[in-house]
Structure formats: structure tokens, C-alpha cells
């Protein structure tokens, strides 16, 4: 059966509205300590919106609101029907809110159109153009003039597309809206988060969740019935590679021009006002609420979205009373009850009790009327600007800022013989013959992104074994020396590497990776882990856009360009004994679409516009590839 990673995640997470915490709560728990109303909010332009409300059933004080909007549903539906649990945290939920979950304009019961991240619209001159800002605003009007109990505070949360509805509520925020925490948010589509990375197409990804997400919705619903098709898929490699072009994607068998999200996603694939237009970071400026925004270092989802975010706000809302909060997730991993482990990492801990007290502290502080001191003070919360899961040491760790000031930028750099080094020596020299080391690029043999075969995405694949790739020829393998220390590294990285390929355009897939020791090493480790190299951060960028995501450029073949590109943030520390490893490839399949290698259209061209590339990555002194990591103590 096929595997619905994606589904599965908005299931537990986002569309029943039931994390993994609930059953530690009595099984009646929010039946016999809140009431139920279910009700349409009028939107200014006359839209209503479908809103399911939970109040204390206690009435002898008043409490805050606390609102998650979403187009995974609000329900479930029916006056009778209650959730099993209630907020983001079973801590919140006993504590008492008035707590607030309501479908979006367009999804699920709510009335009108929906839109992809709907585009924020600065400046509205009628009561017809509306938002998420908009729609917010008049939802929290009227939640503080009908339902009563309530002590005129709003928070809002969100995880994945909720969190982009929690950031959308930041730009012109009711007065009302004291706390928001955007988790894992959707920002921008085109250039890191779901849809694309640097103009690469993540087609597994995609493919699977329009298939869900992008049914058609005649009229509101309670149950949107099923996918835009059926498909089996046992072994993702074989069939996409079977799929061929990315346009067969939309012959009959599959979306036959059924999905109008997925349709829009291939109609536009450069960085043009579609994208731009979604981008909501542009827009959180002169912020008010505080924020905690919260992200996962294994988040294959929307890891960017929630750095960036914090980034934006910090740049551009400089008072804000803005945090940030990353651990050691999957995406929306901090949502259950108990994360220890992740695949073959142990955390050594429950690191989900440590984030619970901290977002209990965030929306009590600032909804509850005995928490609320209202200092202008960016410690009134008395959370720290960074709290940050170190992986590696498995340690939290606490920074005035993010990323921390005590982080250094270190360049290692690519050389010959597969070494990465600090010292660029063994380069060779410049005006001197260029030295490189090249492979071979096929779109019929592309690198797969996993050992093994998955019918849907694997999600540890972000931290899994790096060795089968470290077998293939059309992989370049470049490592340190055993490390005589430990090296922590902590915030962005940023690639910078000189090629040149036969082809006109290409992929760059650049990888770090922690490299356990081997028995021989003569330290002590087990079995399974000698030797095994461990993902630590990796991205593509589509070598076109290197200029620009605008316009793309293609490359000159025989060229030697530079492509240099900013990472997602580390926390890491890499033991004593351990080698520091990148590696370089052109292909990262099924997980990122194929590059034809030739500049074209990828999501318009054809069978034969696909062709072998030979690739060519140079450490010569005038052309030094490397990666810089941001070290801590600059060593």
C-alpha cells in the first residue's frame, strides 16, 4: 500500500486534531471540563467561517483564547463529538482556555475560495479584499464580543500550514492577539521550504500531498472523500523514474489537470510575483505579539520555514519580543508526548518536557491575568532569545542571540585525494593546470536519496547512513582527518563550490556528514555504528539560478562557474574521533526531481531533453571549493 507519509503526519498532528500526548489525559477529560459550540464567523466581505469553540465549563473567572486555524479541518463536527485533547500541550489544556480551532477560507465547512498561502495584501481599500490577517482580525472581533468568559487576550499556534496561519496573523494584528508561535511555518515555497529548495522541485514530497491536499471542493464539506487518484507505490525510485518528465504527471492516470495547486506549482517555475507573492516574511514588519517560534533539526518539511521566520522578525521587528526554539524533530515532533530517540539517535532524555514548559511559560505569561507583568522588557517571559538542542553532545543549550556571537566562520576545503581540510594545501597554484575531480551525471542512474527501497518518503532519511553513496562514482567524497577534539558547530552553513559541466544546466546536492569511527580507530563503538556516516544537514541548489532565481542563467558548458548558497542552521558537535565528511553529487532522487541537465523547462520538457552530464568540482587556487561552518570558539 502506498505509504501517505504526508498524510499521516497532518492525521496525527494537524487534521484530527490529536497529538500523541492525549491519551496520558483521562479519556473524558475535555467533555467533562468544557462545552462545545460550533458556529459560522462572519468575514467583511460577508464570507462566513466555520469555528468550533471549547470554553471551560467553570465560569467563575475569566480566560484567554487560544486559536490554531487550519485547512487539515476544525473538527471534529457535531455538537456531541469532542476532541480528545485540546492546545498544543496537555499542560495548556488543564490549565484552562477558551480554545478556538477554526477551517480556513475555502477548506472544510468554511464558505468561499481557498487559496495557496493566500497572499498578504498591504494597505486594503475596500472591506472585499481580504487575508489571513483580515480574516484573523474579524474572527478574534468577534470571538471577544460573543463568547463570553473571555479576558480580551488571543493567542494563536500553529504547526506546518497552521504555523504559516499563525505567522499571517502577525502583519496588522488585532490589538487583542498577545502571543503567537508560528511552528514549523510555511514561508517560501520557492525557496526552501516544501515545494522547492533553490528552484529544485521536491517531487516526491509533492506529488504524494497534492494528491491528498488539492481534491476539489464544490461546496463545504466535512469529509473531502478520498484523493485525486489511486496509486500504488511500492518502490518510489523504479516509479518515478518509470514516470519519466515531470508533465506525465499530469497524463490520466494521475492529476490529468485535476490539481489545481500542483498545476500552478509547474506553471511557475522560476521565482516570479506567484512566489513572491506567498512569501509572508517580507511582510513582519512593526510586529507587535510576541512570538516563540519552533522548529525541528530533522524537520524535512519546514525546517527554513522556522529559521527564516525568526530571522525576518529579528531583522525587521527589531523590539519584538520574538524567541526561538529548536530541538531534535521531526516535523511537529514536539507535539507528542515523549521523543527520545530518532532512528539510531538517542537523546538521552524526553526533550518534549523541556519544550513543554517552555511554550507553557510563552502563552501563560502573556494570556493569563496572574502571569501577564506587561514589562517592556524582552525577558518579561523569562525565556531565553535561543533555546537550541545540540546534537552530537545532546545537551540543550541557551544564546542572547541567534545564531550565537560566539560562532566563528571556518572554511574546510575540498582537495585532492577526497581530503577536507582548514589549509588549502595541495591545491594547486594559480595560472597552473586546473586540478579537479569530476563525475559522471546520468538521469537514467540517478543517486537515490536512501539505501533501500521505500514506497514513500523515508523520513529519516535526513540523518541516515551515508555510505552507499559514498560507493558511487557519481559521488565525490571529501573528508577530514580523525578530529583529536571535539568541534561544535552552531548556526549557517554556506557552500561555495567552483564547477563546470558539459551540460547547460545542473544540480548541486552538498552534504555534511558526521563519520562514526571504525574498529580500527581503536575507539569504542558498536557493531552497527562503526564507520557509519551520518547525515547532518544537506540541500540542493539548481545550478540556473545561481545569478538569480528570477531569471535563470544557463551554464557555459566547460565553464568554470561558482555556486554558492546558504544552508539551514546546525547545532552540532562532532566528537573526538569522529572525521567531519561533504559530499557532492548532482542527483538526489526520487526526493528532488530530475534535472534534465540541459536548459529547459524541466516541468514542460521532454524524454530526450534528458542527457548524461560530466560534472567537474575544482580545488585549484584560483577556484577553492569548500563549506564554511560557523565553529564555536572560532577554532
Known sequence: MQQLFLVVKNILFLVVGLPLWCSAQAPNFVKENYTKKEVYIPMRDGKRLYTIIYSPRDESRLYPFLMERTPYSAGPYGDSVYRGSLGPNPVLSQEKYIFVYQDVRGR???????????????????????????????????????????????????????????????????????????QAPVTDEFIGDDANHNGAFFLLDNFDFDNFFDIKRPVPVKEYGGNIFRVDIRDAYQFFLDLGPLKNANDARYFNNQGKIWNEYMEHSTYDAYWKARNIRPHLKNIRPAVLVVGGWFDAEDMFGALRTYEAIEKQSPGNDNHIIMGPWTHGGWAGGSWKAFGPLDFGQNVNEYYRRLETQFFNHYLKDNDSAALPDKKTAGLPEASVFETGSNQWKTYDTW?????????FYLLPGGRLSTEAKGSRSPGTAAAYDQYVSDPANPVPYIDGVRGGRDNQYIITDQRFASKRADVLTYQTDTLSQDLTVTGRLKADIFLSSTGTDADLVVKVIDVLPGHEEGIAVTQDAAGYQRL???????????????????LVPGKVTEVAFGMNEIAHTFKKGHRIMVQIQSSWFPLVDLNPQTFVNIPTCAKEDFRKATIRVYHDGGHLSGITLPVMGGK
Open 108 to 182: 472544510y465547512m468554511s464558505e468561499g475560495d481557498f487559496e495557496e498561502m493566500t497572499p498578504f495584501k498591504e494597505g486594503k481599500k475596500s472591506s472585499q479584499e481580504t487575508d489571513e490577517s483580515s480574516d484573523t482580525w474579524d474572527t478574534v472581533d468577534w470571538l471577544l464580543k460573543n463568547i463570553g468568559n473571555n479576558n480580551g487576550r488571543v493567542g494563536i499556534w500553529g504547526i506546518s500550514y497552521p504555523g504559516f496561519y499563525a505567522s499571517a496573523s502577525l502583519p496588522d494584528a488585532h490589538p487583542a492577539i498577545k502571543a503567537v508561535s508560528p
Open 536 to 554: 547532518v544537514r544537506a540541500d540542493v541548489f539548481r545550478c540556473k539560478f545561481r545569478e538569480s532565481y528570477e531569471k535563470p542563467e544557463p
Open 403 to 411: 545564531p550565537p556571537v560566539q560562532a566563528s566562520p571556518l572554511k
